[in-house]
Every structure is written in structure tokens, then in C-alpha cells.
T-cell receptor, first 113, second 111 residues
Framework: NAGVTQTPKFQVLKTGQSMTLQCAQD?????MYWYRQDPGMGLRLIYY???????DKGEVPNGYNVSRLNKREFSLRLESAAPSQTSVYFC????????????FGPGTRLTVL | DAKTTQPPSMDCAEGRAANLPCNHS???????VYWYRQIHSQGPQYIIH???NNETNEMASLIITEDRKSSTLILPHATLRDTAVYYC????????????FGQGTELSVKP
């Protein structure tokens, strides 16, 4: 059981470039999430997908798009990267059973120059 | 979601119990208390959660006061690998609900 995996681990982009961050989970969870974490700050929710086929905005969705490709995979796309999007991005998943505990991936460290 | 208050930092000697407090005086009846930790440069790791009863698992114990306005996370025998930022989070049970991470408590376990 790999849990939640994210690719790539590190990425450097130039302003205006686009890229997609990939996330997959093998726990058969229904819900998936994308957070970002900036230095000295807590995690902030970008988008989430409560179940396959649905996505909703979180606190800081501007500049991002998401795709829930299937139950396992949830991708985050930056169409035109900006320096303000330099951050560490974490993907998480949860099963709506019991306390709906979220499990996190190892993160993608993104730098936009 | 209810707001939580935690001390910004704590020290603990290796092998001793680490007791991390959290105040959540505005907690509602349907809100759970969750604890996560984040070791430097890693993703947050779930530790434990509870509603009103004390809970224990292989990682830690969670003590919730009878009025549910505060709780304590106990790491019974802290090791150097327990050095991390610990987050106390209160939220209701709902599908797709976000976790609101505050500033947490930075626990330093010292030899």
C-alpha cells in the first residue's frame, strides 16, 4: 500500500509556463484534496473533490484548475505559473466513513522564477 | 469550524512523556478533535482523533476534558523522531471538509 503518491517531487518553472501536478491514492478513498503550504504558514485548501466526478473550490483556487480523472487520481494544473505560486503542494485523500481522516502525500516543491 | 489555541513551542526530554495541550472552547457538539503532525519537509501525518471519549492508539493518547473545551495529546515515550510541528484541529464530520491548520506547536525532543 503506497498510500498517497505525488509527482514530481521538485519542479522549477519560469513565469508563464504551465504544468500539471499528479496525485494518486491506492486506498480506495472517495475524497481527494489539494493544499499549498507557504513558509511559516499552515496549509490552505486549493481545491477538493468530494467524490469521483465532482470538484469544488477551496480557499485559494485562483490560478489553478483540477481534474478528478478517476477515483484514484486527482491532478492540479497551473496554466500560467506566477512567482506567487512558489510553494509546497500537498495532495490528500479521505474516505467518508467514521471521522473522515485525511492522509497526505509527500509533497511537490514548486519554484516559479 | 471551532478555533484552536496551542502553545507555539515546547521542549521534551527523550524518553519522557510529551503532553501537548490544545484549547477549543467554542467546539460544537458534532465536532471532532483531530491531531496531525508535520515532520520537517514531509506531508502532515494523522495521529489520532476523538469526539468525547479518551482515545489511544499505537502512536499516542488523546485526553478530552469532560466539557470538551480542551484536549491533550500525549506521546508516552518521546523520541528524537517525534520532533515536529503538532496541529490540533477541530471540525465537524462532513464529506469533503477541509482541514484548517493553525500555527501548531513545535515540539523539540532533546537527548
Amino acid at each position: 500500500n503506497a498510500g498517497v503518491t505525488q509527482t514530481p517531487k521538485f519542479q522549477v518553472l519560469k513565469t508563464g509556463q504551465s504544468m500539471t501536478l499528479q496525485c494518486a491514492q491506492d486506498m480506495n478513498h472517495n475524497s481527494m484534496y489539494w493544499y499549498r503550504q507557504d513558509p511559516g504558514m499552515g496549509l490552505r485548501l486549493i481545491y477538493y473533490s468530494a467524490s469521483e466526478g465532482t470538484t469544488d473550490k477551496g480557499e485559494v483556487p485562483n490560478g489553478y484548475n483540477v481534474s478528478r480523472l478517476n477515483k484514484r487520481e486527482f491532478s492540479l494544473r497551473l496554466e500560467s505559473a506566477a512567482p506567487s505560486q512558489t510553494s509546497v503542494y500537498f495532495c490528500a485523500s479521505s474516505e467518508y466513513r467514521g471521522a473522515d481522516t485525511q492522509y497526505f502525500g509527500p509533497g511537490t516543491r514548486l519554484t516559479v522564477l | 469550524d471551532a478555533k484552536t489555541t496551542q502553545p507555539p513551542s515546547m521542549d521534551c526530554a527523550e524518553g519522557r512523556a510529551a503532553n501537548l495541550p490544545c484549547n477549543h472552547s467554542t467546539i460544537s457538539g458534532n465536532e471532532y478533535v483531530y491531531w496531525y503532525r508535520q515532520i520537517h519537509s514531509q506531508g502532515p501525518q494523522y495521529i489520532i482523533h476523538g469526539l468525547k471519549n479518551n482515545e489511544t492508539n499505537e502512536m499516542a493518547s488523546l485526553i478530552i476534558t469532560e466539557d470538551r473545551k480542551s484536549s491533550t495529546l500525549i506521546l508516552p515515550h518521546a523520541t528524537l523522531r517525534d520532533t515536529a510541528v503538532y496541529y490540533c484541529i477541530v471540525r465537524p464530520l462532513r464529506r469533503g471538509g477541509k482541514l484548517i491548520f493553525g500555527q501548531g506547536t513545535e515540539l523539540s525532543v532533546k537527548p
